[in-house]
């Protein structure tokens, strides 16, 4: 998994309420458990007409917000099915973090365990980083995990937050549920030589 550190990225206003994990990826595209290729199917059913033809009204497709890598969305982001393809999603495209007041357990779980930094602010200062983006479109936000702290080049958005530490690490580090145990295979081993039969 991609350590996340530092990230300077262009936010994307998705100011939307309960956007479900069929939103992000629909059912129709979970075929696959590669874990990868799955950028096209993100949002598909609002970045795509009928006729396959992109619509130029979704935030992704207009021109000052197609290559963000950080999403600002409405609350209860990622309710749902459990399906891990919606983080996968989110990350094949390029969404490094995505800012919202909530999130639904099982995707906000599944994001730290994909490289993606689910970040929870109070609703004043996600409406802030909200309004911010659609009024001033491009605008790129720097997110820094050691310091905790959110800011744009005018400072006029500087916010810190609060993130458990134990996920902070994994993230920081690049581990996964399975980097997380092999970090500890000395101590196994040493446990499974005292214990063996």
């Known amino acids: 998994m991609d350590a996340f550190v530092k990230l300077n990225g262009v936010v994307a206003p998705l100011d939307r309420v309960n956007i479900d994990t069929d939103q992000i990826i ?16 993100l949002f598909s059913s609002w970045r795509y007409n009928a006729d396959g033809s992109e619509n130029p009204d979704f935030v992704l497709n207009k021109p000052e917000y197609r290559n963000a890598n ?11 099915s459990s ?13 490094k973090c995505i800012i919202s007041t909530s999130f639904a357990d099982i995707f906000y779980n599944n994001c730290f365990k994909n490289g993606v930094l689910p970040l929870v602010l109070p609703p004043e200062q996600v409406r802030e980083i909200m ?7 491009g605008i790129q936000l720097n997110i820094d995990l ?7 080049e ?3 958005i500087s916010i810190s937050f609060e ?3 134990a996920r902070k690490d994994a993230l920081v580090n690049g581990l996964d549920d399975i980097g997380l145990t092999l970090r500890m295979e000395n101590d196994i081993s040493d446990y499974e030589a005292k214990h063996r039969l």
């Open 70 to 80: 950080v999403l600002v969305a409405g609350p209860n982001f990622g309710c749902g």
């Open 131 to 137: 309004d911010k983006a659609e009024s001033a479109p």
């Open 154 to 156: 005018s400072e006029e």
């Open 26 to 41: 629909p059912a129709v595209y979970l075929k696959s458990i590669e874990r990868t290729g799955f950028e096209d199917a």
């Open 83 to 95: 399906r891990e393809h919606a983080p996968w999603a989110l990350r094949d495209y390029g969404i």
């Open 146 to 152: 050691l310091a905790q702290r959110v800011w744009d």
């Open 163 to 165: 993130i458990d530490s």
